[in-house]
Antibody, heavy 126, light 113 residues
């Protein structure tokens, strides 16, 4: 069974850091890109960032709202994706979902999220 | 960034009746490769989102055939032919023709009358 399990959420003060983990199972993790998507309380979905598979350079992309503060990385040997969150703000309070991103390649590569984890809650408050 | 606009933001449907959700994008989602990068997700109450439809009209694995997607360019529609109680939740459209960022619609909440 394909599964994604997020961990590492919790209560953190503004300006501090937190690292989330996403542990994958049931598929060849290294073959896929991975994204992080968040959902603030009572709000819609906001894409946070993305890391390509090593085959496509392992490079990252970020939403403007987190660029320079958040970093996504991956450890293919452990099937884990990470979201390092620094300089946290109260507006970063949300449920953070990890997603597996399937790829569509015709001319260029395009991606879409086909599997989602259950999420981990991050609360930024003093 | 591409803006995705859904209408309505909420709808209440009697079981067995059809439902329709519109999604409009601020730019065409038709790529020069011939594909249109528009997706639909459903977030059931208390759950994480799940993929329903990919590339406008293709049902993801396990999605009932009462769900269908259509549209082109900037205008898209998700239809449920006969709503069932298990279809309640919030429906989101999403584009991935332009990354970054992926962008989602605001969501449409479906309730049962």
């Amino acid at each position: 069974e394909v599964q994604l399990v997020e961990s590492g959420g919790g209560l953190v003060q503004p300006g501090r850091s937190l690292r989330l983990s996403c542990t994958a199972s049931g598929f060849t993790f290294g073959d896929y890109a991975m994204s992080w998507v968040r959902q603030a309380p009572g709000k819609g979905l906001e894409w946070v960032g993305f890391i390509r598979s090593k085959a496509y350079g392992g490079t990252t992309e970020y939403a403007a709202s987190v660029k320079g503060r958040f970093t996504i990385s991956r450890d293919d040997s452990k099937s884990i994706a990470y979201l390092q969150m620094n300089s946290l703000k109260t507006e970063d309070t949300a449920v953070y979902y990890c997603t597996r991103d399937d790829i569509v390649v015709v001319v260029a590569a395009h991606y879409y999220m086909d599997v989602w984890g259950k999420g981990t809650t991050v609360t930024v408050s003093s | 960034d591409i803006v995705m606009t859904q209408t309505p933001l909420s709808l209440s449907v009697t079981p067995g009746q059809p439902a329709s959700i519109s999604c409009k994008s601020s730019q065409s989602l038709l790529h020069s490769d011939g594909k249109t990068y528009l997706y639909w997700y459903l977030q059931k109450p208390g759950q994480s989102p799940q993929l329903l439809i990919y590339e406008v009209s293709n049902r993801f694995s396990g999605v009932p055939d009462r769900f269908s997607g259509s549209g082109s360019g900037t205008d898209f529609t998700l239809k449920i032919s006969r709503v069932e109680a298990e279809d309640v939740g919030v429906y989101y459209c999403m584009q991935s023709i332009q990354l970054p960022p992926y962008t989602f619609g605001q969501g449409t909440k479906l309730e049962i009358k």
